[in-house]
């Protein structure tokens, strides 16, 4: 069992930047991908980004790759998703899930067994 608590969202101009912290609780930490997904109103929750359990590798979606970067702390058991040069597009709510499949860096939310409760963050163009 891993709980997921986001943080660090909120109000922010455009080409601003902000960073969400995804705290986990729970032994097992390193045995997760960890996600981030987001959702905007109106609209399906997609994928922003994973990280695999070393933290060795990254993967981001398109509209994110180069403004975007994802971290991890195992010993902490805490993710980072640094987030640079918002646009009025990132506005979403922004969630951290957990992947226990050795390996993954699955895109599909379906694939995540653990999710936070979400962390709003607002881009003012």
């Known amino acids: 069992q891993v709980q997921l608590v986001e943080s660090g969202g909120g109000l922010v101009q455009a080409g601003g930047s902000l960073r969400l912290s995804c705290a986990a609780s729970g032994r097992t930490f390193n045995s997760y991908a960890m996600g981030w997904f987001r959702q905007a109103p109106g609209k399906e929750r997609e994928f922003v980004a994973v990280i695999i359990v070393s933290g060795g590798s990254t993967h981001y979606a398109d509209s994110v790759k180069g403004r975007f970067t994802l971290s991890r702390d195992n010993a902490k058991t805490t993710v980072y998703l640094q987030m640079n040069s918002l646009k009025p597009e990132d506005t979403a709510v922004y969630y951290c899930?957990?992947?226990?499949?050795?390996?993954?860096?699955?895109?599909?939310?379906?694939?995540?067994?653990?999710w936070g409760q979400g962390t709003q963050v607002t881009v003012s163009s």
């Open positions: 899930a957990a992947d226990s499949t050795y390996g993954s860096t699955s895109r599909r939310a379906a694939s995540y067994d653990y």
